[in-house]
């Protein structure tokens, strides 16, 4: 007898991943139609690959395979490693919001010194709550049509619903952490954060593991709507375990005379891919997009930018670097697009990459498209290697040749981590850095 073995599809065990978790997840009625609507979109794309043209340098199909089984609620042993994990972190002057394993975790959390200003709910609590009727839009949007975010819409676990009030100024940045405690496991987040106008908020993303926590999925978004004339400060740091996969959405709408300042920085995880997606919704709006990869080993980094500048006067600076060693592999796609109505746009994007081996890969594709006839628009691209008659420079005065070449990346990423507003951030970004440096071979 002839036998033949048909190896499930990667949607076909996600779907197993979503008929086994469903009864685990928040909320019925319209939320439970909402996540099989949206899970039958995924099913319907399937995990993008290469022949889809905003995932072509990053094959979910060959890089992830499949998606993990989803983490259990953590007990007190997870909740003990995890606070031993955010202790080990360099923000220490910040009001926490602490995610563990995907669920909210209060009782790690700081939220007493927020004030009445500041409203901060758990997403699970949200959806559960039979009494709010528009429950269901916290897992709608319509930003983009990505396969992987209406996965996310279908398997999202918890995550936190933040208010800040009209006009508040908060003295301490918010700070939401991600901690992953269960190994060969995934995490489905969704946070939403809704900024008053007049409001100046530091928001703070970190992803780390507790140690020993291993091959271990993030699957997270982030939607963000900032009232007018609000300023955002944004700064979001992945260094999640050396063999995690973390894919992660921004969704953000400016409003008039917004003011969006945004750094994010990655030195963990196997397989990452940032996607964030930024409108222009009012005029005289401004931002600035600024993003580091330093990249090692067989690492694979991707960081696509899209942003619709749909009304005039707006103004936009991107700035991404990249440093790449071993067989490490950085994407950046950035595409800015000026519509009909948008006049007196000025948006300008600029990434370099950096290559540290003949092995080492970086993919830049900068796109415009332009439909207004009264605007300022440039893009440019740059690879290289290191300066070998600065190399000489440096060493000539004593330098060995691992502390010149740090020197060197030190200041090709520094334009972007300079972008940083708040001092104390910008340290913990270098630190950062310079961890990525010294862990190099």
Known sequence: MNVALVKPTPERAAGDVFATARSRLPGTGPVSELREASYADFAGRGLPHRRIEEWKYTDLRTLLR????????????????????????????????????????????????????????????????????????????????????????????DGVVVGVGDNVTLAKPLHLVHIATQSSTSAFTRSLVRIGKGARVTLVESFVAAPGTRTYQVHDAVVLWAGEGADVQHVRLVEDAHDAANISTAIVTLSAKTVFNTLSLTTG????????????????????????????????????????????????????????????????????????DAQKTDAKMMTRALLLSDEAEADNKPELEIFADDVTCGHGAAIGALDESLLFYLRARGLSEKEAQSLLIQ???????????DDGLREVAVAAAERWLAARG
Request: contains cysteine; charged residues 25%.
């Open 66 to 157: 499949e998606v993990a089984p989803l983490a259990a609620r953590p007990e007190a042993d997870a909740l003990k490693r995890a606070a031993e994990a955010y202790a080990a972190l360099e923000i220490t002057d910040a009001c926490r919001l602490v995610l563990v394993d995907g669920f909210f975790a209060p009782e790690l959390s700081d939220l007493g010194a927020l004030g009445r200003d500041v409203d901060i709910r758990s997403l699970r609590e949200v959806l559960e709550n039979a009494d709010n009727s528009m429950r269901a839009d916290l897992l709608r949007t319509n930003a983009t049509a990505d396969a992987m975010v209406s996965l996310n819409a279908a398997m999202a676990t």
């Open 269 to 340: 995880a196997m397989l990452s891919r940032y996607q964030a997606f930024i409108r222009f919704g009012g005029e005289h709006a401004s931002a600035s997009i600024n993003g580091v990869n330093l990249l090692k080993e067989r690492q694979h980094g991707d960081a696509t930018l899209v942003l619709d500048h749909m009304v005039p006067n707006c103004e936009s600076r991107e700035v991404f670097r990249a440093v790449v060693d071993d067989r490490a592999h950085s994407v950046f796609q950035g595409r800015i697009n000026v519509h009909p």
């Open 411 to 421: 200041a090709f990423v520094g334009e972007a981590i300079e972008s940083i507003v």
